[in-house]
C-alpha cells in the first residue's frame, strides 16, 4: 500500500505570492491533517479534513486555507506569503481522524525569500 | 489546554549504550495518549511508541520503551542499544480531542539525538 505523498517535496517562493500544497492520503484513509515545523516554533497544527470538512482548526491567520476533494485529496493554500512561512509542512492521514492511526508524509519544504 | 515539555535540545550517545529522552506533559483529562515520533534529516515523522493513561504496562516496542510515570506526568523515551541510525530529532507529543470525531498532536520542542561511533 503506498504511503502518503505530498508534492512539490520542495519549493522556493518570494513575499506577496501565494503557494499551493498537495497531499495523497494512503488509499481508503479519510482524515487528512496538516502541521507547520518551524525552528521558532515548533511542530503546530493547521487543520483537519474528513470527509472533504473541515473539523478543527489550529490558530493561524486566515492566509491559510485548506480544502479537501471526494478523493480525500487534500490541499492547503497560504496567500500574500511572509518571510516566517518558511517552514516544512506535513500532512498527515488516517482512517476517521484518530492520530494512533496516522501516518506522515515526507513534507513540502517552502522557502520565501 | 495540553503542554508538552521536552528539556533536552540535544542528547549525545555513544554506539551500543542506552539513551533516555526526557518529556514531561501536563492535561487535566483524566484520558490522554501519549506518543513518541523520530523524524530523520529527511523530515518524515515516524511512530515510535504510544502509551495510553490507563495502560497498566509501560509501552515497549523493539529498542524503544516508554518509562511512564502518570503520578510525576513524565513519559521518558529509552532507546536501548542504540545504532548510528539512530541519530535524528525526537519529538513527544500528547493527543488532544476537542470534540466532533477530531483528533491532533501536541508537540514538545523536540530533542536532537547523535549517536557516535
Known amino acids: 500500500k503506498a504511503g502518503v505523498t505530498q508534492t512539490p517535496r520542495y519549493l522556493i517562493k518570494t513575499r506577496g505570492q501565494q503557494v499551493t500544497l498537495s497531499c495523497s492520503p494512503i488509499s481508503g484513509h479519510r482524515s487528512v491533517s496538516w502541521y507547520q515545523q518551524t525552528p521558532g516554533q515548533g511542530l503546530q497544527f493547521l487543520f483537519e479534513y474528513f470527509s472533504e470538512t473541515q473539523r478543527n482548526k489550529g490558530n493561524f491567520p486566515g492566509r491559510f486555507s485548506g480544502r479537501q476533494f471526494s478523493n480525500s485529496r487534500s490541499e492547503m493554500n497560504v496567500s500574500t506569503l511572509e518571510l516566517g512561512d518558511s517552514a516544512l509542512y506535513l500532512c498527515a492521514s488516517s482512517l476517521r481522524g484518530t492520530v494512533l492511526s496516522q501516518y506522515f508524509g515526507p513534507g513540502t519544504r517552502l522557502l520565501v525569500l | 489546554a495540553q503542554k508538552i515539555t521536552q528539556t533536552q535540545p540535544g542528547m549525545f550517545v555513544q554506539e551500543k549504550e542506552a539513551v533516555t529522552l526526557d518529556c514531561t506533559y501536563d492535561?487535566?483529562?483524566?484520558?490522554?495518549?501519549l506518543f513518541w515520533y523520530k523524524q530523520p534529516s529527511s523530515g518524515e515523522m515516524i511512530f515510535l511508541i504510544y502509551q495510553g493513561s490507563y495502560d497498566q504496562q509501560n509501552a515497549t516496542e523493539g529498542r524503544y520503551s516508554l518509562n511512564f510515570q502518570k503520578a510525576r506526568k513524565s513519559a521518558n523515551l529509552v532507546i536501548s542499544a542504540s545504532q548510528l541510525g539512530d541519530s535524528a530529532m525526537y519529538f513527544c507529543?500528547?493527543?488532544?480531542?476537542?470534540?466532533?470525531?477530531?483528533?491532533?498532536?501536541?508537540f514538545g520542542k523536540g530533542t536532537k539525538l547523535t549517536v557516535n561511533p
Open positions: 492535561t487535566s483529562d483524566p484520558s490522554y495518549g
Open positions: 507529543a500528547m493527543r488532544e480531542a476537542p470534540g466532533g470525531g477530531s483528533e491532533k498532536l501536541v
